[in-house]
């Protein structure tokens, strides 16, 4: 392990650096920088470190596993070099059987435990250790370095990488759409959900791994993430973010956040208010664009695509409107009913023409209860049959929430809520699939959710009138 003068004396080496090369970086920062490495470093018992562990953290966590591996043994004499460290090693041979089995080149997944089988991947600091002493060589190791520390998005830095990997072990340079980045798990415990206390016992929550695509940056937890587990994951969210994008008609240029996690429990509790199955998700605006997800690994995503909704909606300033009134109880960045049943229609619009098959049969499954694939005629007479039970049975979202928060009459009080009929994921999607199937177009539907004073002028009756419309149409039992 590299001794603590070592770790100091690059410090002030890479500060130099970037003095040097980068005028556009405030000293102050620098000096931030240094100042919570050193405190890092004072903190940290020698015998908990990992290799390249102190380097990630100096660069806050900007550093890929690889060049912080391949740093910390380059800096360490020759005698101290660990013995399983093969400084003579075959790279193009190595290479040549990666690329055989169809495995990624050099980079962060070779170091994530568990995500390469370990025969294949215990020459993974021997190759770091190369490739770094290869870069500092032929004088692009402090260049690549502050392309890591000072790249926003990280893609030129990428792109510089598999450049000077394509040169270093021979074949072609090439960028995956998904960049891994593994994150030292047990030290990474600073992702809270939104202030900690959103989602009770399950914060901080340690990360394993990011990974980041054009789309979002995703932050798994330690949990039983496998590499298969992720790939699907992140192949569905791609597309699901893909679709309520062109849904929207709207394409964010930053990534999305999005913390995914598998809960501890079957259960869990939002708020101190509502219990929900334990797999779903939350959009949080007041901590930027960030998506947190709950899930079964085995299971897959199952409300992406409701949340990818919530964040474009967001990004795109379409949920500043004046639609009905957010309740009180809910943060200002909360979303009336009005939008979650709009995101209840678009995640059940994407599992009729998803191309993954697997998760359309597990959204089928956990919430339709079938054991085939859903068609668009399912989705609306399910949600429509919901609608009116909730309704028939005085038991929507909003009369749970007041029931609560402890109202003396909470059935009453949901009522005074204006336009309390649609204060419910699903009467509002229900509402929402009426205006669009039978009342008029989504165009039309738009115009009023930007406007709700539009209401009588696209549909030519008041709101009061078609909701009185929509309960007949869902045939709700009529009140005393």
């Not at 005698?79 to 059987?97: G, H, K, Q, S, T």
């Not at 290869?134 to 790249?151: K, P, Q, S, T, V």
């Not at 496998?226 to 394409?251: C, K, M, P, Q, W």
Request: charged share 20%; aromatic share 12%.
């Amino acid at each position: 392990m590299v001794k603590m003068k070592k770790h100091t004396v690059f410090i002030l080496i890479i500060l130099m650096t970037i003095a040097g090369c980068s005028s556009n970086i405030d000293s102050e920062d620098k000096n931030q920088q240094s100042d919570k490495y050193e405190e890092v470093v004072n903190s940290t018992e020698d015998d908990n470190l990992h290799t390249g562990l102190n380097i990630f953290i100096e660069s806050s966590r900007r550093f890929p596993a690889w060049l912080s591996v391949g740093k910390e043994l380059f800096m360490l004499d020759s005698d101290e070099l660990p013995n399983n460290i093969d400084r003579d090693i075959d790279v193009a041979e190595w290479y040549e059987n990666v690329v055989s089995k169809g495995l990624p080149s050099l980079c962060d997944e070779w170091f994530i435990p568990g995500f390469i089988e370990d025969n294949l991947s215990e020459h993974a600091h021997s190759i770091a250790y190369a490739f770094v002493k290869h870069l500092n060589d032929i004088g692009h190791l402090d260049e690549l370095a502050l392309m890591y520390l000072y790249d926003e998005t990280l893609w030129d830095a990428e792109r510089t990488r598999a450049s000077l990997w394509a040169d270093f072990a021979g074949g072609v340079s090439t960028v995956s759409k998904t960049v891994f980045q593994y994150y030292f798990e047990e030290v990474f415990d600073d992702i809270h959900l939104a202030g900690g206390n959103h989602v009770d016992d399950l914060d901080p929550v340690p990360i394993k791994l990011t990974a980041l695509t054009q789309q979002a940056q995703y932050y798994f937890s330690t949990s039983s993430w496998t590499r298969e587990s992720i790939e699907h994951y992140i192949e569905v969210s791609e597309e699901a973010i893909t679709f309520a994008g062109d849904f929207l008609n709207y394409h964010h240029d930053e990534p999305l956040k999005i913390i995914v996690y598998a809960p501890p429990h079957s259960l869990i509790e939002i708020d101190g208010w509502a219990t929900f199955p334990a797999t779903g998700g939350r959009y949080l605006c007041d901590v930027g664009a960030t998506i947190i997800m709950w899930c079964v690994p085995e299971q897959g995503p199952s409300a992406i695509t409701h949340e990818a909704a919530h964040a474009i909606l967001d990004l795109s300033s379409m949920r500043h409107n004046n639609n009905f009134p957010i309740m009180e109880w809910m943060s200002d960045c909360g979303s009336g009913y009005f939008e979650e049943g709009l995101c209840v229609v678009i995640e059940n619009l994407f599992i009729t023409e998803t191309l993954n098959e697997q998760y359309a049969l597990t959204f089928s499954q956990l919430y339709f209860g079938l054991n085939k694939r859903v068609t668009w005629d399912d989705v609306v007479n399910r949600v429509n049959s919901n609608a009116k039970w909730e309704l028939d049975n005085d038991n929507l979202i909003s009369i749970i929430t007041m029931e609560n928060l402890g109202y003396e009459n909470p059935a009453q009080a949901a009522k005074d809520l204006p336009y309390w009929e649609l204060q419910s994921y699903d009467t509002a999607a229900s509402f929402i699939l009426y205006l669009t199937e039978e009342k008029g177009t989504w165009d039309d539907f738009f115009q009023v959710f930007a406007d709700i004073n539009l209401m009588e002028e696209i549909y030519g009756v008041g709101m009061e009138g078609i909701i009185a419309e929509w309960r007949e149409f869902i045939r709700v039992r009529p009140t005393s």
